[in-house]
């Protein structure tokens, strides 16, 4: 069987229309783990798919470090609430960058967050990137890997956001980083 067609790029003016429009939340109650990005990018506003550019590297690390049977598309997200995962944002307001989300906003999006991880009660929450964890939380030397503080009850993790702008983190590391969290999900008998 083929791959489906790749989505085509949303126009010039698809994108500019997107700023500061939000992407809903791919949540449910009890989930394994609750991946929290930093904010949507345009892409994904325009396709209403949270990491919607069908070349972030989310859905090639999810796929290699075991939390999706093969590399999912965007539009295949809604496939990982049966799965057991969910997507949120720390700032629901897409963007052209991350960047252009500042830190009081970030500070300011904390306690709403913690309020939906309290309720949603997942088995962890994986924050996906660094600098906003660190800000929002007041914790300038966490580091990546598992958390010595929950959010809201859940165990916390810190995982590279992958984001082809992360130059920093190549797809091996990000699969090794993000499959230390799958394996602590459903450890070896």
Do not use: C
């Amino acid at each position: 069987m083929p791959p489906p067609p790749r989505p085509r790029r949303p126009s010039d003016e698809q994108l500019s229309a997107a700023y500061g429009k939000p992407v809903g939340d791919l949540v449910e109650p009890g989930l394994k783990a609750l991946f929290v990005g930093i904010n949507p990018s345009l892409w994904s506003a325009v396709s209403g798919h949270h990491f919607g550019n069908p070349n972030n590297r989310l859905w090639p690390t999810l796929h290699a470090a075991g939390f999706t049977p093969r590399r999912f598309l965007p539009s295949d997200a809604p496939e990982l609430l049966a799965l057991g995962y969910g997507i949120v944002n720390f700032v629901n307001r897409a963007t052209a960058t991350a960047a252009e989300i500042g830190d009081d906003e970030l500070r300011a999006a904390a306690p709403a967050l913690v309020g939906k991880i309290g309720r949603l009660r997942p088995r962890a929450v994986a924050f996906l990137g660094l600098t906003a964890y660190r800000t929002a939380f007041g914790r300038p030397r966490a580091a990546v890997g598992p958390q010595p503080e929950p959010v809201a009850g859940a165990p916390a993790w810190l995982l590279p956001n992958p984001s082809g702008l992360n130059a920093h983190y190549q797809l091996p590391d990000l699969a090794r980083l993000y499959g230390e969290l799958r394996a602590s999900l459903d450890p070896a008998p």
